[in-house]
């Protein structure tokens, strides 16, 4: 049994050819590391200051890409943009050999989520424009200070190995993560740290608790008229639109406690007095799993077709966004977590404390203050009799689900937010561009780039994660794209909304050469709260 275990070490060893290191060495490099990232905290800074200032919607991170791009290649980094068909999506690959890990994290924000970061209440930087209301501006920058960390360690120790780093593009459509997969982007990828913001320093492991999702845009067709001179030619594509929404509504009562469903309504109709002949509406469908997200789907193309009846109009729809419930690797995220314990949380000041408990009274929410206990690793959690029948309860849903069915995978959450705000919101992006997002984004640099290093020197690491891959995580569910074979990336959301806003957004972008921060430049005192 050991010789066997032995065995399967060395061949593993043998084919990925990484290399290994002493305790003692790893306990050297990675306090290298500490040092080598606290000194880079200026650097991160700016890019946290920066990305939050371009403030970009899903599909439309072309001003985000082109900082993020220009700063890897200048260290080196070979870029291939456009990947899986995707204007603002990229790959950033550097050295050479296994293993090859791939570093992830979103990029897009939240409509209408401008907000001055620093005031502990709601002040628009620009009215109705777009806003980093969930921090999404900070974790590219925290994947890149990680990365540059590591690389130079490789450099001086002559590593073998391959770092990538890629940017979640139009997450808060769940638009793009299937589209790599499908375009095989992971496929020579031995493992995928993913990061994404929260108040929490903590890693979790096996299912995540996310729902699975896909949204759909129904897209009816009826017959304009005179609304008032000849309203029985007319065909209301509008009301084909509230019927499937009424039947929706009422089926809603008796569906499992799992799904979370919701629609907004993305066009109804010109003016009232005609009879609108296009209309549409976009419904995401979120449930436990591949097999209920499918139940949900079929149910909403009946709605659609029984709408279609009862108005005499037709429809069409298309796939806007699919995502899978997360699965991630208990081996990682144990490595990870580790990391997370040696590192801790920043060391709050009076003022960050301050600035937090002010946000947490405005929003009428408990106050807690700033985290700052390292929590136990979440493991999966054992299911309930009777589970089977009502289903996990669930809620939001991230597309690195479709990736964690592909390659092993983990997400660090790091600590630059306040936990305070309802999410996908104003008030989650105050914290974004002040000294709690520069420091939690330090802190996650530290503990990613020291599992990335556990994975490039630790070859049992990367054999262990593929080992619960394959015989845990895989072993009773196949991974299935809830891609139809014609469905293409939805590259034309947000365009109008950034079309419209940009041109204002440009004048307040941060200027890194002129101003420390973007406090700063704002003329913002921080923390700014009520009196
Ligand atoms: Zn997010």
Redesign the pocket.
């Given at each position: 049994m050991i010789k066997s275990l032995l065995l399967l070490l060395l061949s593993a060893c043998l084919v990925c050819g990484q290399t290994k290191i002493s305790p003692e060495r790893e306990a050297a490099i990675k306090a290298d590391l500490v040092g080598r990232i606290d000194r880079m905290a200026k650097q991160s800074q700016v890019m946290v200051d920066s990305v939050f200032s371009f403030a970009e919607l899903g599909f439309q991170e072309f001003e985000t890409s082109k900082y993020l791009t220009a700063i890897l290649e200048k260290e080196g980094f070979k870029i291939e943009r456009g990947i899986a068909g995707i204007p603002t999506a990229w790959m950033a690959t550097w050295g050479s050999g296994k293993p090859v890990i791939a570093l992830g994290s979103?990029i897009d924000c939240i409509p209408q989520a401008s907000q001055k970061p620093g005031v502990a209440y709601r002040v628009p930087m620009l009215d109705g424009a777009p806003g980093h209301g969930?921090g999404?501006n900070s974790g590219m920058p925290m994947n890149i200070v990680a990365a540059l960390a590591v690389k130079e360690i490789m450099e001086r120790e002559k590593l073998p190995g391959t770092i990538k780093l890629w940017p979640g593009v139009g997450?808060e459509q769940l638009g793009t993560k299937a589209y790599y997969v499908r375009a095989g982007v992971f496929k020579d990828v031995d493992a995928v740290l993913f990061a994404?913001v929260s108040s929490d320093f903590n890693v979790s492991a096996g299912p995540g608790g996310q729902n699975g999702m896909v949204s759909v845009e129904y897209q009816f067709k009826g017959e304009s008229a005179h609304a008032a001179g000849a309203p029985w030619r007319g065909r209301s594509a509008l009301d084909a639109v509230e019927l499937m929404n009424v039947g929706w509504n009422f089926r809603r009562e008796h569906l499992r406690l799992a799904q979370r469903s919701h629609y907004v309504i993305t066009n109804g109709g010109d003016q009232p007095n005609v009879v609108p002949q296009n209309a549409s509406v976009w419904y995401f469908f979120r449930e436990a799993d591949y097999e209920h997200v499918m139940d949900l789907w079929k149910i909403g193309d009946q709605m659609a077709q029984g709408a279609a009846l009862m108005t005499n109009t037709t429809f069409t729809s298309r796939v806007l966004g699919t995502a899978w419930a997360g699965h991630f690797s208990q081996p990682i995220a144990e490595a990870m977590h580790a990391n997370i314990k040696k590192v801790g949380y920043p060391a709050w000041s009076e003022t960050d404390k301050n600035f937090a408990v002010a946000l947490q009274k405005e929003l009428k929410v408990p106050v807690t203050g700033l985290n700052d206990q390292i929590t136990e690793l979440r493991l999966p959690a054992a299911r309930l009799p009777g589970d089977r029948e009502i289903g996990p309860t669930g809620g939001g849903s991230?597309d690195i689900g479709d990736i964690s069915w592909n390659v092993p995978t983990v997400t660090l959450r790091y600590p630059a937010n306040i936990q305070a705000g309802p999410g996908h919101s104003w008030a989650n992006a105050i914290a974004m561009a002040t000294p709690i997002a520069h420091q939690g984004v330090v802190a996650g640099a530290k503990a990613q780039a020291m599992t990335l290093l556990d994975l490039i020197t630790k070859p049992e690491l990367v054999t262990a994660a593929w080992d619960y891959f394959k015989n845990v995580q895989t072993k009773d569910t196949k991974y299935q794209t809830f891609l139809r074979p014609d469905d293409q990336p939805a590259l034309w959301l947000n365009k109008k909304i950034m079309d419209e806003y940009r041109p204002r957004m440009k004048e307040t972008y941060y200027n890194p050469d002129k101003f420390g921060t973007y406090l700063e430049q704002l003329g913002i005192s921080y923390p700014t709260v009520r009196k």
């Open positions: 979103d969930e999404h997450e994404h991230d």
